[in-house]
């Protein structure tokens, strides 16, 4: 089968198309033909850094839509041929992926293989963002960086769809800012001084909830944002910053809260917990993230150039195989 991997860390020009054996799937496991697989900042951190590589050379992805074709041992309440979306471990630039059967999901009815590949990651992150660890309540004000990306799009959709109060974004680009109002955001600011203007639209007060994946100073000024008893949650480090640290003198004064999410660690160390969300999260009606690049397996390079050139917003997919018709 094709499959795309790097065999070093580096920019976009690594990751090479290459012929690679088709992966079995081992007890629990399924093996995906894959029509679509999503293209997520992870992959470039793992390209760049080796974030979450466990050894090179390395095929990126995590996650896909595609047909079962094969059921490891074990796995039951899915066949061969169904239609599904799956996170993966890695491997998803490819023909063939192996996943752990708790983190494949039958297609609901009417959403297609394209759309489907766009929301494994995304919608359970945005969903465990806010209320696993963010604790949202209704009519409680929100602020989210990045709001113009894939967690961005759906984070703004799911917090207009749980009440919030106000949902304000955070993003690089006036561009950027136009394209997130659409998607549930009642105001988008840029990031050089978003401390100051959330400040400014919240009348002082500051908002409730704010989620971050940039990290470093930019989590630091998150900080600042956040009313009495206001919660943030960290979720990346887009800005590769050295990891961050707080404690009694930045949580004390205003009885701030942090917490943290990592999909994969949860896949990891509770999968039956992310089923059980991912679940309540596809249950959310209306949620769209739209397409805004589609790419064709052996061109994941140009992908990464569009994601890494800090212009594109929605999803990014890679057309993979005929099975997306
Ligand atoms: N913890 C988890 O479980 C989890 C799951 C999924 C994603 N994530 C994290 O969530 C973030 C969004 O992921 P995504 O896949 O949906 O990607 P994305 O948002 O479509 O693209 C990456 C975004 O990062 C922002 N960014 C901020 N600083 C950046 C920098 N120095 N270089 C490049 N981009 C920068 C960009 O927004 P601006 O240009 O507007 O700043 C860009 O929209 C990433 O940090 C990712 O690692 C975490």
Same mark, same amino acid.
Request: charged letters at 20%; proline letters at 0%.
């Given at each position: 089968m094709r499959a795309v991997r790097f065999d070093e860390y580096g920019g976009p020009e690594v990751l090479t198309t290459v012929d690679a054996d088709v992966p079995e799937p081992g007890p629990g496991q399924v093996a995906i033909d894959i029509a679509y697989a999503g293209v997520n900042f992870a992959d470039l951190k793992a390209r760049s850094e080796g974030? =979450?590589?466990p050894s090179l050379p390395f095929v990126p992805g995590l996650e896909v839509s595609g047909r /079962? =074709? +094969? $059921?490891g041992t074990g796995v039951t309440g899915l066949t061969v041929g169904q239609e599904v979306a799956a996170l993966t471990e890695g491997g998803a630039y490819a023909e063939v992926a192996v996943a752990d059967a708790v983190t494949v999901f039958p297609l609901p009815a009417g959403l297609t293989l394209r759309a489907a590949a766009t929301l494994p990651t995304v919608l359970p992150t945005a969903y465990a963002l806010l209320h696993s660890v963010g604790r949202l309540r209704a009519g409680e004000s929100v602020l989210v960086q990045g709001a113009a990306g894939g967690v961005g799009t759906v984070a703004g959709q799911l917090a207009r769809a749980a009440g919030a109060g106000a949902v304000y974004g955070v993003v690089s680009s006036a561009a950027k800012a136009e394209y997130a109002r659409k998607y549930g955001y009642d105001e988008v600011v840029l990031a050089d001084g978003f401390g100051s203007a959330v400040r400014e639209l919240t009348g002082g007060r500051g908002v409730d909830l704010a989620l971050d994946p940039v990290g470093g100073d930019t989590f630091r000024e998150t900080l600042g944002t956040l009313a009495v008893f206001g919660r943030a949650v960290s979720f990346g480090n887009a800005s590769s910053a050295p990891a961050w640290q707080v404690g009694q003198p930045e949580l004390y004064p205003a009885s701030l809260s942090v &917490? &943290?999410?990592? /999909?994969l660690n949860l896949a990891k160390t509770a999968p039956q917990e992310l089923r059980a $969300? +991912?679940? =309540? +999260?596809?249950a959310v009606p209306g949620v769209e993230l739209p397409v805004t690049g589609e790419f064709a397996l052996s061109d994941a390079a140009e992908a990464h150039r569009v994601m890494g050139s800090r212009t594109s917003t929605g999803k990014l997919l890679l057309r993979v195989s005929s099975v997306a018709g």
């Open positions: 974030y =979450r590589v /079962i =074709r +094969a $059921l &917490g &943290g999410f990592s /999909i $969300l +991912a679940e =309540r +999260a596809f």
